[in-house]
């Protein structure tokens, strides 16, 4: 199956192009009255589209009071206010600047536990299922090829899980915890089999060094509904 891949020569064009993707998608299901289930990463891919987002919610009145999120992953352990965490970064960069309610917004927990991490993950797969699905996955891809802290060798029906962090993906890190040392060997994510279960998935990546990655990903065994959206920095 050849996946749907769609180029640009800006990231600024990448953005837009996705956050009209998600813009339409709340408009068309806001005026159906039914509300709009978002699958969301972190990283610097996914940080113009957020922007774009806002824009259209300040200037062009995108209402997201129907939308409920699910992020895809957690550092563990990690508290949900230290700077290194993605609740964090998710809050500064979205959420405390759109109208998503509290109680719409799910994000996997780091400071739970190590023995409730099971139970955790088993709730967080039921709220998407009573949320009805995702209906939409945004997605970046880390230089191990991971989505979400999906690591190789994750299965292809791995559902949301408490998981060890590649070396690599910890070095990755290592410039925004102020050493590889102080990275978290483990991660809460959503499976490999929770993000193919989105009914649309887009994945990002933007820049040369995402290139031999993304294209090991599209060569390989990958699903119709996923669009890679590779960006050449330099084309
Ligand atoms: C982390 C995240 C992934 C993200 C990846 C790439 O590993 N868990 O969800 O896709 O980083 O990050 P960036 O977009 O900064 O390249």
């Known amino acids: 199956t050849k996946l749907p891949t769609l180029m640009f020569r800006t990231p600024a064009e990448a953005d837009r192009h996705v956050a009209l ?22 990283g610097s891919t996914p940080i113009g589209v957020y922007r774009e987002l806002i824009r259209l919610h300040k200037e062009e009145d995108l209402d997201f009071s129907q939308v409920i999120t699910f992020n895809l992953d957690e550092y563990f352990p990690m508290q949900p206010d230290s700077i290194h965490s993605y609740n964090r970064w998710m809050r500064a960069n979205f959420f405390d600047h759109v109208n998503i309610p509290e109680e719409n917004i799910h994000i996997p927990r780091g400071d739970i536990p190590v023995e409730e991490i099971d139970a955790f993950c088993e ?6 299922e ?7 996955q945004l997605l970046g891809i880390g230089r191990t090829g991971h989505i979400a802290f999906n690591e190789p060798g994750s299965s292809r029906n791995s ?10 993906t910890r070095r990755d890190a290592a410039s925004s915890f102020f050493g590889a040392e102080n990275v978290p060997h483990h991660a809460v994510t959503m499976g490999v089999g929770t993000i193919l279960s989105a009914r649309k998935i887009i994945l990002m990546a933007l820049g040369e060094h995402k290139a031999s990655i993304v294209r090991k990903a599209v060569e390989g065994e990958v699903t119709e509904e996923v ?9």
Do not use: C, M, W
């Open 159 to 168: 559902l949301t899980r408490g998981v060890t962090l590649d070396p690599q």
């Open 123 to 128: 709730e967080y797969e039921r709220q998407i």
């Open 227 to 235: 669009t890679a959206s590779f960006l050449q920095k330099h084309p």
């Open 21 to 42: 993707v998600v813009e339409s998608l709340i408009r068309e299901n806001n005026s159906a009255g039914v509300p709009t289930v978002l699958g969301l990463p972190t």
């Open 130 to 136: 009573k949320a009805g699905g995702i209906q939409l």
